[in-house]
């Protein structure tokens, strides 16, 4: 897979507008934060922000209050969030930047504290939120998707975004990933589950689980886990654009799974390969 021309399908593909580690930490975290549904819906809201936000994200956030949030928010709306939302986990930034030096340093103390990834990202977004509602719901109106944005508490969920965010911060650097994040190990980090990974998952025998859960999310890392210890989620990007791309679509086709480069591996396709004009 050409990694490099894949980045331009995925939300990644922001902060790689950026050098400085604070840049690339505060634009992936708001990038990741909003990609959920269609890319060609939620890429043209994040590119909006970030251009707006001037050539340093992480100086952006840093001096923000909340007129300027209204500035920048006011009728912003994408699926469940509206600007409320947004603001919070800009200011929520900002605060931490100044307080803490980098949300690094905010993910290091809550894994300090909790010994789990899934504490670590609990006392992370419970962190960023901690930013004072009132004023922003006079400027900007009620929040409306905001647990979905930063969920706090965690609960059962995959917290794919989250998962994602850590996965660009913290393995590589590579071709995609930034490795910019010291304190945390990337033996220690959590497949980012969706229903691409979830499909992948199912067919290459990683697990027999069909729930997009923090649980099967850790059992597919387990597996992975087997095959590289040290880098377990380095498989992620491979495995979740070859679902995205369509060379492994949700409807399997016995002539594309006869193609198919992962087919020794596969739970599925030999199956489906020997009865050509099958479909699955």
Partial sequence: MDERARIGFD????PHRYADPRDIEVSALLAAALAYGRADLFRPKVDSLLQRMGPSPAAFVRTLKVEGARAL??????RFNV?????????????????????EAVFARGLEA???????????????RQVPLEPLRAKLGPERGLHHLLPSPLGAGAAKRL?????WMVRG???VDFGIWKRVPPASLVIPLDTHI?????????TARTDLTWRTAEEVTAALRQIDPVDPVRFDFALCHFGMSGACPAQLEASRCAR???????????KLAARPGRRA
């Fill in 83 to 103: 600007g409320t939302d947004v603001a919070v986990l800009l200011l929520g930034m900002g605060r931490a930047l100044r307080e803490h030096g980098s949300l």
């Fill in 163 to 167: 998962n994602l965010y850590l996965r």
């Fill in 73 to 78: 928010l006011e009728g912003f709306v994408y």
């Fill in 173 to 175: 650097p590579d071709a």
């Fill in 260 to 270: 198919c480069s992962l087919l020794s591996v596969c739970q599925v396709g030999p």
């Fill in 114 to 128: 909790r010994g789990t990834l899934h504490g670590a990202l609990d006392v992370f977004t419970t962190t960023l």
């Fill in 198 to 206: 979830g499909r992948m998952a199912q067919h290459l025998g990683l």
């Fill in 11 to 14: 939300p990644v593909e922001f």
